[in-house]
């Protein structure tokens, strides 16, 4: 291709480019505004860089790393002493503690997700409206079309609620009305996740393709029919992403809402930390990584399944 062709093909590309660039001066103004944000918390940041430096060349910092160090074998200068000072630390509150954590994101989870698939349907503007996917026009009285309106602010008003307030808040609440209780954690894992669960399930169902799930409510089918023997189906693999992922958020939220005095990783961690045992603390803390990846790991495998058997 002549060199002049070229050169006219890329001007008029560019051309194109420019004439297709957002001009939506609402946007460019965020934007400057979001950049002057960043900008501010730097410079407003920027003061304490000298003293974080010389902190980590400190005494302290010095000493926290030198005590990651597992104590056995700094007396011993031997990593021999690792294995059997890891058991015996696992075998004494290692184990039960991580049993607890794990216990108390799973039931947490699960509550949340049996009560985020209940709502979801009836938040999900698709479904519920008294024309679900456009269908039945003219055959709904104003009181029926209120109603459905009314249910699905309700509906997503909760979900929004249930995930503005953070889990540390619900747990401190809840622990004055159950004391120093497992069920304080778990519900308030449980109340925070409905509202996120709810609203990712709401938006997968509006976002579903209409084809046969409208099909369906055209031949008699209901609401609940289409979401159960269509939307679900279809959309589980999404519906596990999203349940997988906010198990592991439950997994560290649990380990750290144990720093309220509830037994669980984060109590052990808070213990081992209030002792300047930072080898034992350091090892809580890759418990509950483990915990993560082990659950990370088992998501992979039970959607690479489901794959393989679509």
Partial sequence: MPQATTETTIESRLDQLEASRNRDRFLWISAFIFGGFVIWAFLALASDVPDLI???GGRNAQRFF???????????DSWADLGPWA????????????????GIA?????????AAALISPIAASTLATAHPYGL????????????????????RALFLLTRAIPEYIYAFLLLSIFGPSLWA???????????ILGRLG?????????GTSSAQMMVGGTRTQAVVSAIFPASLNRVLVYFFYRWETCVREATVLGLVGIPSLGLLIDEARARLYYDEMFFFVLLGAALVFA????????????????
């Avoid at 058991?87 to 794990?102: D, I, R």
């Avoid at 709401?202 to 209409?210: D, G, H, L, T």
């Fill in 106 to 114: 799973t039931i947490g989870i699960m509550i949340a997700a049996a």
């Fill in 66 to 76: 030198d005590e990651l160090v597992p104590y056995p074998v700094r007396q011993s």
């Fill in 87 to 102: 058991a015996e630390l696992f075998a004494e509150h290692g184990a039960s503690a991580v049993t607890g954590t794990f």
């Fill in 54 to 56: 010389e902190a980590l």
């Fill in 185 to 195: 954690l778990i519900l308030a894992l449980a109340i925070h996740n409905i509202g």
């Fill in 136 to 155: 039945f026009h003219g055959n709904s009285p104003a009181p029926i079309r209120v109603g459905w309106g009314i249910v699905r602010g309700i509906s």
């Fill in 295 to 310: 659950g990370d790991i088992t998501s992979n495998i039970v959607r690479t399944r489901l794959r393989e058997a679509a």
């Fill in 202 to 210: 709401s938006e997968v169902i509006e976002n579903f393709p209409a």
